[in-house]
Structures are given as C-alpha cells and as structure tokens.
C-alpha cells in the first residue's frame, strides 16, 4: 500500500529557533497533503491543504507566517513552525491521498513529536 | 456543531471477543465518505476501513466491519474477535462531499483496551 515518511519523528529545540518537518509520499505522486496537529489525548486537527505547485490553504485560527508551508514536489512537502515556542509542542502529522484498489484515501506518516523548551 | 462524534472515550473488551465503536456524523452533502483509522501509542494512523455514502453494502476488511445507517447518520465500528493489539485509539472521520481528496473531519476517538 502507499506509504508516507515524515522525517524527524521527534525533535527538541529551543524557544525562538525555527524547525522544518518533511513529509514524503515514497512511491506514489501526491498533488495533495495536509498536516495535522493532534495534542496528547485529543484528536487530530487539521492545520493546513498543502498543494503542489501553489500556495497553501490554511485552516481558520492556523497561522500562516508561522507554519510555513512549502509543497515543492509531488512527492515532498516540508512544514516549517517559526519561532517556535513552548505552546507549540505537539505531534504534527501529515498524510496524503493515494489509492489502495479502487477507491483513493488518505495515508498518514508516522507523526513528528515537537518539544519547544 | 460537531461533525463527527464519538462518545465513548473508553472501551474495554475481553480478548476473542467481539466490540462495536460507536460514530455519527452531521453532514448535509448526499455524497461524503466515512473512515475509521486506528492509532496505537507510537502515534502512526492507521486506515482500517472506508464507507462511501452511496455504498449500499456495509464495508468489511478482515476482522473490521462498518455498521453503516445511513438513516441515522451512523457509522460504527465492530472488531471481531478482539486481539490483544488491538488496543489502541480509534478514530472516526467523514470526508465531505465527492472530491475523494478532500479534507478529513476527525470525532475526538476512543481509547480501547483489550483485556487478555
């Protein structure tokens, strides 16, 4: 079946520094990602629509300067939190639409812990 | 007003045996898709199985079925058989609308445990 990355899968950093998270689709195209915040013991909410080739669609209440979102390729889209700070820790997942038989559904990457210290 | 609901926060089953998980969803689209995903602890959303709203047949994969009531906009989830890895977050989600790339709406899941 269709298969998602995210690389790191769990990083700490500063408050003030900025961090980017990659998600790839390893062997399908994806002209369609999104990414999900989900925080411990709640669900998944999502943040953003990443399009290849055009700007992202954000989410009511999602910052856009601060999680910058860049779809660069059909197989590729990073997620870079600005300035990050303590509240934005989380898990951040992404996943993309692929096709399993007939039907297209969405594949999700493993996640990527963020600790803002 | 919440799409999607889940209102069992947590469920406990006995292993070999059979639990259903419960979902309603509000959508005024005749066309949308429901889904049930399961998330263990190392966090990974896993797709379980997929329900269109014109499918007339309830969809089944392996050990899970979709008890689809279209009438009463539900969409629950049966496990058979319970496996002790089967506990685990489940969570319920409805895409709007026909473009079967659309967003998901998530319900706020259901811890389920499986008791040996």
């Known amino acids: 079946g269709a298969v998602v990355s995210q690389h790191p899968s769990r990083v700490i950093c500063k408050s003030g520094t900025s961090v980017k998270i990659e998600c790839r689709s390893l062997?399908?195209?994806?002209?369609?990602m999104f990414w999900y915040r989900q925080f411990p013991k709640q669900s998944l909410m999502l943040m953003a629509t990443s399009n290849e080739g055009s700007k992202a669609t954000y989410e009511q209440g999602v910052e856009k300067d601060k999680f910058l979102i860049n779809h660069a390729s059909l197989t590729l889209s990073t997620l870079t939190v600005t300035s990050a700070h303590p509240e934005d820790s989380s898990f951040y997942i992404c996943s993309a639409i692929g096709r399993r038989g007939p039907q297209e559904t969405q594949y999700f990457g493993p996640g990527t812990r963020l600790l803002v210290l | 007003a919440q799409k999607i609901t889940q209102t069992q926060p947590g469920m406990f089953v006995q292993e070999k045996e059979a639990v259903t998980l419960d979902c309603t969803y509000d959508?005024?689209?005749?066309?949308?898709?429901l889904f049930w995903y399961k998330q263990p602890s190392s966090g990974e959303m896993i797709f379980l199985i997929y329900?269109?709203?014109?499918?007339?047949q309830n969809a089944t994969e392996g050990r899970y079925s979709l008890n689809f009531q279209k009438a009463r906009k539900s969409a629950n989830l049966v496990i058979s058989a319970s496996q002790l890895g089967d506990s685990a977050m489940y969570f319920c989600?409805?895409?709007?609308?026909?473009?079967?790339?659309?967003?998901?709406?998530f319900g706020q899941g259901t811890e389920l445990s499986v008791k040996p």
């Open positions: 062997d399908f195209q994806a002209t369609t």
């Open positions: 329900q269109g709203s014109y499918d007339e």
């Open positions: 959508t005024s689209d005749q066309s949308y898709g």
């Open positions: 989600a409805m895409r709007e609308g026909y473009n079967q790339g659309g967003k998901l709406i």
